[in-house]
């Protein structure tokens, strides 16, 4: 049996950072970016199970900020207009100090799906939800175990 993890080494997403481009995003409380994996069926006689082929793969993610600007109509609302989508790198840091190190991985050409240009309601916080795709990645910095 190998060693049991202790509980203080679980990275918290609280000691996240977000960059768009070079701009340091402080309003940001949350980022998923994934990859998802496309495959094709393959048959394979002798064999009941039916195995897979990836074909590609597409990238997609969320940037979550609070509301304290118009960061986003600013970054990409003049671009939109003129009919260009524009692709913004997205650096993630994620580096807990109880942590067994930090993870860096900057996405390379993120383009946005939407910009909400308003989102408002009496009594709540102000939010917006960015979600965005990709087709390229760095892992800059790694977590690894000691």
């Known amino acids: 049996m190998g060693t049991p993890i202790k509980a203080e080494r679980i990275i918290n997403g609280t000691w996240g950072?977000?960059?768009l481009d070079?701009?340091?995003v402080a309003e940001c409380y949350g980022l998923q970016a994934k990859v998802e994996i496309t495959k094709e069926e393959v048959p394979v006689c002798g064999k009941l199970?039916?195995?897979t082929k990836m074909t590609g793969y597409k990238g997609t993610g969320t940037v979550k900020l609070h509301k304290v600007a118009s960061r986003m109509m600013n970054k990409i609302s003049d671009q939109l207009q003129a009919g260009i989508n524009p692709r913004i790198q997205i650096l993630s840091i994620l580096k807990d100090p109880a942590a067994f190190g930090a993870e860096r991985v900057?996405?390379?050409d993120a383009?946005?799906?939407d910009l909400?240009?308003?989102n408002w309601e009496a009594k709540t916080k102000g939010a917006d939800d960015c979600p965005f795709t990709f087709t390229d990645w760095e892992l800059i910095d790694e977590i690894t175990p000691q």
């Open 22 to 24: 070079s701009d340091y």
């Open 111 to 113: 383009a946005f799906d």
């Open 106 to 108: 900057l996405i390379k």
């Open 116 to 118: 909400t240009l308003a």
């Open 49 to 51: 199970g039916t195995d």
């Open 17 to 19: 950072e977000l960059w």
